[in-house]
């Protein structure tokens, strides 16, 4: 059950909490609450085994794909967590003797997991259980646990083993050959691993610091080695009182590390290298590791961002602290080949692939709260030009045609073809994404423009940005059908946001973005013409330009966007959908759990219904606000909203936005409160595949860009505030074109610190301001005073 307000004083709201074990529910707190800093992420299972546990261990952009007919993977590496604990030889488990006082908790601020609780054994020993562990932002490579146990009313004797555990699959899926194990000195254990197809090497290092009472000693280990498995056995007496502490450093390091992309790789140094990181780290010990971490966390994240959000209800300020807390763990900021998966690093779910998740979602936290990131995330997408050049041409188009799921850079489209099963066959389910649902190349060059915007970043445009919106747009201009009845050019056969309807014309969110992707792709080309000839002239043999330019030219007017109907302003999110079947949706609407739909229907049968999955022509209100009036806005609210049913999690937090935007309210609170509950709420299997990493963007979204109004708007900053009733203020520090902006926001004042010499223009609920240093703008009242 969970619980969030176990956290005092300093901790107050910063700590999430389960205060009652059951081994059916594991998968909630295990994905929630993990650990991670971009390199790695690892899952927060017990350790003591336990039937439905899922143990994982996952290193960004270390791909295999295991035979030909799956799709590459994130393979979970060995499990370095599992303690096989005895006391007087019976085994340790929360399933046998009773439990008191049990609490497993996550603590945002300081990125450490701890599982506390008292333990009778079937024979009647008492003892006393603490785990501690992290996963370092100092050193992204290593892993700290800390294990303490006490005997309460008997001498016991004490037995564990722990190592490194590589008979570890992906549900079954082996990536790995058996690889080298060795234990030097009886102390540092190495296992070194090659994945079967991709061939990366992962090397772990571990090793095993004990002490009784505070003083350290030395109790010689049993050496063991099993197929894919090293470890040593340590056991030890206890009398009433003492107290047993067993820290356990861990290194991590593969032949994917950045490093090795530019100099000579050999295994012989990885191993040597990644020894000596845990040797440095074992000399430091546990406890000064921890505080590196736990300084980094504060530098790198919580004094970066400062937010603050007063609400009656302190929960909303920790659902923040929450999704930031997941935005960093989840990103691999350290390598611009690395994106983000929609299952984050906690996962198996979605096998480690980005999709458009990370550019509409994600990517705007970055963009303002730490560009330096939002860049990396899109040269992850310059490098996979590539891969998705190679998708153009395998399916007959020009340009750059982005993969729906990406992996490595190269290995362009990777959605797997099958999926859930369909109730009516009884086969397995057709996924069309990887085929037909296309906006994500739009969506990418939106996040280039977005990106340039609000950062000022030429020299990354000049680099990369302009050949990513250039060459989408040549994509979307061999990509239009001409209509020649209509006389106007169309995109046929795609699956839009909505992926309850597949094979579907005119998907209003696809074609709007298209449209705004190739009017992007005009209007760079010609400013650069005029100030900067030579860009174009370097990209001229690579993509064609001069060509390409005409044919945009010629396309662009001509196609086809969807408007709002005359009679209701309902604009068709796509040529078929509003002619569909209308059923009583109520039963679907109110479900505990997303996708009962299924239970009635099968994917064909949903085709022909106006029911959808998430936010469609919602999202395109939000994106491209600016070219939808507020009346088309509320009007297609009210027609589609009680025809969605939220079934992605990408679906609630554009749907708080858009309710804030229109004056509701009280809907809009509640749908942020209802968007905070995906992963954090109290439903014990939504998270079981892994943490839902756009709807945590989408979380950060509802604050800042929904109740904090901050929104770019045509290149131009307007930051029209409207807080819950609920909240007292907010405040938090956003990046604007190279400089650091402070806001603080209450129900009538807005109050802008630039940096020092810093003066802009910014739009406050129609009327422009100039602010610099500190400017209080009282928004009712429509007057600045400096
Ligand atoms: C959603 C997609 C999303 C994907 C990964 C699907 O269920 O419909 O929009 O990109 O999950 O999060």
Redesign the pocket.
């Known amino acids: 059950m969970m619980n969030y307000d176990l956290g005092k004083g300093k901790y107050a709201n910063w700590v999430v909490s389960d205060v009652s074990f059951s081994a059916d529910t594991l998968g909630k707190t295990e994905s929630i609450m993990y650990l991670g800093n971009g390199y790695m992420g690892l899952r927060s299972v017990a350790e003591e085994p336990y039937l439905e546990e899922t143990r994982n261990l996952f290193v960004a952009g270390t791909f295999n794909k295991f035979d030909r007919n799956e799709v590459t993977e994130l393979p979970n590496i060995a499990d370095i967590t599992r303690v096989n604990i005895t006391i007087d030889g019976e085994r340790f488990s929360l399933e046998f003797g009773s439990v008191k006082n049990y609490v497993k908790q996550l603590n945002l601020k300081t990125a450490e997991l701890i599982r506390s609780f008292e333990w009778k054994s079937p024979k009647g020993k008492e003892l006393r259980f603490n785990f501690r562990r992290f996963v370092s932002l100092d050193n992204l490579h290593l892993i700290g646990m800390k294990m303490e146990v006490e005997s309460l009313t008997h001498p016991v004797s004490i037995g564990f083993d722990s190592g490194i555990d590589s008979q570890m699959t992906n549900s079954g899926v082996q990536h790995f050959h058996e690889g080298d194990k060795r234990i030097f000195d009886k102390k540092f254990i190495q296992l070194v691993q090659t994945t079967t197809e991709s061939k990366v090497d992962v090397v772990l290092n571990t090793a095993h610091e004990l002490s009784v009472n505070g003083i350290k000693v030395d109790v010689e280990p049993i050496m063991g080695m099993d197929r894919r498995k090293v470890w040593l056995q340590y056991s030890l007496d206890l009398q009433p009182g003492d107290t047993l502490a067993m820290e356990k450093l861990t290194t991590i390091h593969t032949s994917r590390d950045k490093e090795y992309a530019a100099q000579e790789y050999q295994l012989e140094l990885l191993r040597e290298k990644s020894m000596e990181n845990l040797r440095t780290a074992s000399l430091k010990g546990y406890e000064n590791v921890y505080k590196e971490h736990v300084a980094a966390w504060d530098a790198k994240v919580w004094n970066k961002y400062n937010f603050t959000v007063n609400s009656e209800d302190p929960f909303d300020a920790l659902a923040l602290r929450f999704a930031i807390y997941h935005l960093t763990v989840m990103t691999p900021a350290h390598d611009e080949r690395m994106g983000i998966g ?1 299952k984050a690093l906690s996962g198996e779910g ?1 096998k480690g692939h980005s ?3 990370t550019e509409v979602f994600i990517i705007p936290f970055f963009i303002y709260s730490n560009p330096e990131v939002a860049k990396s995330l899109l040269k992850y997408r310059y490098h996979g030009l590539v891969g998705a050049r190679k998708k153009a041409a395998e399916n007959g188009y020009e340009g750059t045609m982005y993969p729906w799921e990406a992996a490595w850079p190269t290995d362009g489209e990777v959605t797997p073809i099958w999926g859930a099963v369909d109730i009516v066959t009884g086969k397995q389910t057709k996924i069309w994404s990887g085929f037909i649902e296309q906006h994500i190349t739009a969506d990418i060059a939106f996040a280039v423009w977005q990106y340039y915007k609000i950062t000022n970043d030429q020299e990354f445009m000049n680099l990369y940005g302009y050949e990513i919106i250039f060459d989408t747009a040549s994509f979307w201009a061999s990509r239009l059908e001409w209509n020649e009845q209509k006389q106007e050019y169309q995109i046929n056969n795609v699956v839009g ?1 909505d ?1 309850y309807k597949e094979h579907v014309d005119n998907n209003a969110f696809t074609n709007h973005m298209a449209h705004f992707n190739i009017s992007l792709a005009m209007k760079y080309y010609e400013e650069l013409k005029g100030k900067n000839p030579e860009i174009l002239e370097g990209l001229e043999s690579k993509l064609k330009l001069t060509d390409s330019y005409k044919s945009w030219e010629e396309k662009l007017e001509k196609i086809y966007l969807p408007q709002p109907r005359k009679e209701d302003m309902v604009i068709p999110q796509d040529d078929t959908y509003l002619n569909k079947r209308v059923i009583d949706l109520e039963k679907y609407k109110n479900q505990s759990k997303v996708g009962t739909l299924f239970n009635d229907y099968n994917l064909e049968q949903v085709n022909e219904i106006q029911v959808s ?2 936010a469609d022509i919602m999202i395109l209100f939000l994106i491209l606000e600016n070219r939808f009036s507020p009346e088309v806005k509320q009007a297609n609210f009210d027609y589609y909203e009680p025809k969605t049913l939220h079934d ?3 679906s609630l937090s554009t749907h708080a936005i858009l309710a804030n935007d229109l004056g509701r309210e009280e809907l809009a609170y509640s749908l942020f409160r209802r968007a905070t509950e995906i992963d954090l709420g109290p439903a014990m299997n939504s998270s079981d595949h892994g943490v ?1 990493a ?1 709807s945590l963007g989408g979380i950060w979204q509802s604050v800042v860009l929904g109740f904090g109004g901050v929104r770019m708007v045509d290149g131009k900053l307007r930051i029209n505030p409207r807080l819950p009733k609920h909240w007292k203020d907010l405040s938090f520090t956003i990046n604007w074109q190279g400089s650091k902006l402070q806001l603080h926001m209450d129900h009538s004042t807005l109050t802008i610190t630039t940096e020092k010499e810093v003066s802009l223009i910014i739009e406050v609920f129609g009327q422009k301001y100039e602010v610099t240093g500190e400017t209080k703008i009282n928004y009712k009242k429509q007057n600045v005073e400096v």
Do not use: G, N, T
């Open positions: 929609a979605y999709f458009w998740d946001p992926e999955k998430q992605s999690s990408l839902h756009a």
